[in-house]
């Protein structure tokens, strides 16, 4: 006989099992174990008839064959089940180091040897063991059909054993052959698994290669490894530079317009508009980031966000009801008054008129009303993606901390706390603007957001050089912006059924555990119970923080000495992050993740 015929026969075998099942009222699912040709055990499911949660049919058949052999190890034993086995049993299989296991029907709710996971291939566990799949499967699967579509008679009388147990058990006895091929051995070949699913949501590594890039390269070197890896590529943002195509990779359309820019030229800025959803994604960095000043400072007194305000015009013209609109990579330092002069607001000095663009005009600003700004808005929710806490003003405020980079002089003590002061004096005319817009009915708290009793204090108020704050002004809710992405892209849904997450970025040290793309994602894989490798360029000695959030390990992609020049090199970066992706690769085959 053939392997095919043989293990078919067995599957009869445990088809009669599984049919005894049925006649008892059980789920019909039968199982045999076999040894040098012979049956050694047979077992049906009896949970709910022994109420005993280990009662599956393997599981039982597994336990019998020990102990008519006399030993738990059956390292020469095959066993044959109608159904895929679940995690208890396959697990069982593992430590009872089978040689074997034959299977007619797969489970995608619970299958272990194939479905949802490969136990039997699994290097990380102390056993593997060979799988054969599909044996039979119309069989099984019409039995199982049959029982749960009110059949569950049908297959015990079509045996002529009615309800019988003990008919039924004497009946599978009867056909169960002596074995024509006892004794012969068969090499069933390598143990099999499904192809390894892996996630890849790597940030760019700035200055060298892009996400897209970056995962191409890496995806590459996965495919060392594992030649059938299913690989999906996820672009990984956290509200800043590179949001628009990460959520764009999912839904919406990017549609460019005209706006100002921050220094009042006139530019081409992007914005995602998903007109199903009734929604719309701007980055602020589109109109005014600061790789459109060059960050002296005059600049620095004169960015505005108009532009910024131009595009939530825009999106809400286009019927847009939900305005996401992500923080980063600012070169403004003036509070979101131009944003909310590009809506409308009214922001004038002592004499009525307006103010001029940028951190100088707020010097002369006395007065604010953003009631115009929100009838114009009419209505539309405004999200707000930052993860930066910095406050409006102080030590740790937008100009303290973010205003050297965008040109200000920090370093003189005076000028900044002169600057400070224009902001605090804005600030405080902004928490009057909320409170007017309050009394017309025109402001409401959103549900579930946090109150504050000024916007001079709030975390996150002083992200984009103050713009956070202006957009408390117009109700806006203050999110985190890696995980709202994460929400926007649907990460559940993509991390659930794979294997394998990799992540990675330029240089990972203790602040990407306070909120950068990377950690924020890995502490959702973490829900899932994913192990999560991430690429880097370089990394601080000390990583715990990282690690405590969700890293399961971080690999430095340089495979051999070089310069910071020879590293960032794009064809160099390229060929690291290969490598880089067939060690995470074999890392995982290792169990070390």
């Known amino acids: 006989m053939t392997i095919t015929e043989i293990d078919e026969k067995f ?26 040709g012979e049956i050694v055990a047979r077992a049906h499911n009896r949970r709910e008839l022994d109420q005993d949660p280990s009662a599956h049919a393997e599981f039982a058949a597994l336990c019998a064959a020990a102990r008519s052999l006399g030993r738990w190890r059956l390292s020469d034993c095959t066993v044959y089940v109608t159904l895929e086995p679940c995690c208890m049993c396959a697990g069982l299989m593992v430590n009872a180091r089978v040689g074997r296991c034959v299977y007619g029907a797969r489970d995608a709710k619970a299958g272990a040897l194939g479905s949802l996971y490969d136990l039997n291939a699994d290097s990380r566990l102390n056993h593997r063991f060979n799988v054969t799949a599909g044996v039979l499967a119309d069989e099984c699967r019409e039995l199982l059909s049959s029982y749960f579509g009110g059949l569950r008679g049908a297959g015990g009388a079509g045996c ?46 700035k200055g060298s290669v892009s996400s897209a890039q970056a995962e191409a390269a890496v995806a590459e070197g996965v495919r060392r490894v594992w030649s059938d890896a299913q690989v999906a590529a996820l672009p990984l943002a956290d509200g800043g530079e590179g949001t628009l195509d990460a959520v764009a990779a999912c839904d919406g359309e990017i549609v460019t317009c005209e706006v100002a820019g921050p220094l009042g030229k006139r530019t081409s800025a992007r914005m995602l508009v998903d007109i199903e959803h009734e929604s719309a994604v701007i980055e602020m960095a589109e109109a005014a980031g ?51 002069q590009a809506l409308g607001a009214h922001l004038v000095n002592e004499h009525g008129c307006d103010i001029v663009p940028g951190l100088a005009g707020l010097e002369h600003v006395a007065s604010i009303d953003v009631a115009p700004a929100l009838r114009t808005l009419n209505g539309a929710r405004v999200v707000v993606l930052s993860d930066v806490e910095n406050p409006l003003v102080g030590s740790r405020g937008a100009l303290a901390v973010f205003g050297g ?26 928490d009057a603007a909320i409170a007017g817009a309050r009394a017309q009915g025109l402001l409401r708290t959103p549900e579930g957001a946090r109150t504050f009793g000024s916007v001079l204090s709030v975390p996150g108020a002083g992200a984009a050089g103050g713009l956070g704050a202006a957009l408390l002004a117009l109700g806006a809710e203050l999110r985190s912006g890696v995980e709202t992405v994460l929400d926007l892209v649907e990460f559940d849904e993509r991390v659930r059924d794979v294997d394998l997450v990799i992540t990675g970025e330029g240089n990972m040290d203790e602040q990407s555990a306070a909120g950068k793309a990377p950690v924020g ?15 880097v360029g370089g990394r601080a000695v000390n990583l715990d923080a990282v690690y405590e959030q969700g ?43």
Request: net charge neutral; hydrophobic share 45%; aromatic share 4%.
């Open 11 to 36: 599957m009869r075998e445990a088809l009669a099992e599984a049919r005894a099942a049925a006649a008892v009222g059980e789920v019909p699912i039968g199982a045999v174990v076999v040894r040098d």
């Open 160 to 205: 002529g054993c009615g309800a019988d147990l003990d008919a039924h058990t004497a009946h599978a006895a009867a056909l169960a052959g002596a074995g024509e091929d006892a004794g012969t051995a068969f090499d069933f070949g390598p143990a099999c698994r499904r192809p390894r699913r892996v996630l890849l949501a790597i940030d760019s590594f």
């Open 290 to 340: 600061i790789g459109y000043s060059p960050c002296t400072e005059s600049s620095a007194l004169a960015a505005t966000t108009y532009g910024v305000g131009e595009l939530m015009l825009r999106a809400v013209r286009t019927g847009a009801k939900t305005l996401y609109i992500g923080l980063g990579g600012s070169a403004t330092n003036d509070g979101g008054a131009g944003m909310l």
């Open 405 to 430: 980079q965008k040109g200000l002089p920090t370093g003189d003590a005076e000028v900044l706390r002169r600057c400070d002061s224009w902001m605090v004096g804005y600030g405080r005319l902004l």
């Open 521 to 535: 994602m890995a502490r959702r894989a973490k829900r899932y119970g994913k192990p999560v490798v991430a690429v």
């Open 551 to 593: 890293i399961d390990l971080v690999l430095p992609i340089c495979r051999k000495p070089m310069d910071l020049e020879q590293a960032l090199n794009p064809q160099e970066a390229t060929t690291n992050l290969i490598c880089a992706g067939e060690a995470a690769a074999r890392s995982y085959d290792l169990g070390r993740i």
